[in-house]
């Protein structure tokens, strides 16, 4: 994973979680998943193994690795910077605040 692309993960993860970057759960779910893809593919399941994820914490970052792909599938780059970033984090918490 290229330090742009786990910065953008990072960030994103952890506004859907409620956790700060440099989390002990944030570091956690990066060791766990190292690749790109494995922290794609992760289910609910595996990030509940995770101390301090629970089933709500694992349901809204399933939810921000499902969107990750569907954005990813519709040839958007994360590395975007700015206010593309921005509108897809700020979007993110608004589907989050439906849940």
Same mark, same amino acid.
């Given at each position: 994973?290229?330090?742009?692309?786990? *910065?953008?993960? +990072?960030?994103?993860?952890?506004?859907?979680?409620?956790?700060?970057?440099?989390? !002990? /759960?944030?570091? @956690?779910?990066? *060791?766990?998943?190292? /690749? /790109?893809?494995?922290?794609?593919?992760?289910t609910e399941q595996?990030?509940?193994?995770i101390k301090g994820?629970? +089933?709500?914490? $694992?349901?809204?970052?399933? $939810?921000?690795?499902s969107w990750t792909? +569907?954005? @990813?599938?519709?040839?958007?780059?994360?590395?975007?910077?700015?206010?593309?970033? !921005?509108?897809?984090?700020? /979007?993110? +918490?608004?589907? !989050?605040? @439906?849940?």
């Amino acid at each position: 994973m290229n330090s742009q692309q786990n *910065e953008s993960l +990072k960030s994103l993860l952890s506004q859907s979680l409620r956790e700060r970057q440099d989390s !002990y /759960t944030i570091q @956690r779910i990066f *060791e766990q998943f190292p /690749t /790109t893809s494995e922290l794609l593919d992760a289910t609910e399941q595996q990030l509940t193994e995770i101390k301090g994820i629970g +089933k709500s914490k $694992a349901r809204h970052g399933s $939810a921000t690795l499902s969107w990750t792909i +569907k954005i @990813r599938a519709c040839r958007m780059d994360l590395s975007y910077e700015g206010a593309d970033l !921005y509108h897809v984090q700020t /979007t993110t +918490k608004n589907v !989050y605040s @439906r849940v």
